[in-house]
């Protein structure tokens, strides 16, 4: 009994493996596609990507990235959320008329060392997928400070004789 259960168990998973993959992909219409790209707010970010380049720690956290409403209503920032708590975007919350450009700005926890390899996801009233924006850089340990003098062989470091 239980082979014939779990033979039939085994039938009806490669039969529903076989059903989803035959099923064939649903595409928009012609219609359907100039509609959404015609009318609307559209999101035109000036870059995908901010760079923080290579800094010191503790060096300027704020960059900024312009985008710019290019479609026919007004764009809303719903949400922007960093990666991780390191990474904080900061945004207006009043529409963007058609035409119009706003910034959207980013800061960084530069007191972190390391490369920077972060993400903002930026969700509007477009619809859809929300946009991405690239955080990279590096953060470099500060040199050390040359004002104080390097300290005398004593003793006690094994400097004397």
């Not at 919350?93 to 035409?99: D, T, V």
Request: aromatic letters at 4%.
């Amino acid at each position: 009994m239980k082979k014939l259960f779990l033979l039939s168990f085994i039938f009806a998973a490669f039969s529903m493996v076989a059903v989803a993959q035959s099923a064939e992909p649903v595409t928009p219409t012609a219609t359907e596609e100039t509609e959404s790209k015609t009318g609307g707010p559209v999101m035109s970010l000036e870059s995908n990507t901010v760079d923080f380049g290579t800094m010191k720690q503790h060096g300027e956290p704020l960059r900024k990235v312009s985008f710019t409403n290019t479609g026919t209503e007004p764009l809303v920032i719903k949400n922007a959320r960093g990666s991780c708590g390191c990474t904080v975007p900061t945004w207006t919350k009043e529409p963007i008329l058609p035409g119009e450009t706003s910034e959207i700005e980013i800061r960084y926890a530069t007191n972190r060392l390391g490369k920077i390899n972060k993400t903002v996801k930026i969700t509007t009233n477009e619809g859809g997928d929300p946009h991405v924006i690239k955080v990279v850089g590096n953060i470099l340990k500060p040199e050390e400070d040359e004002s104080v003098p390097a300290s005398a062989p004593s003793i006690l470091s094994g400097g004397g004789k």
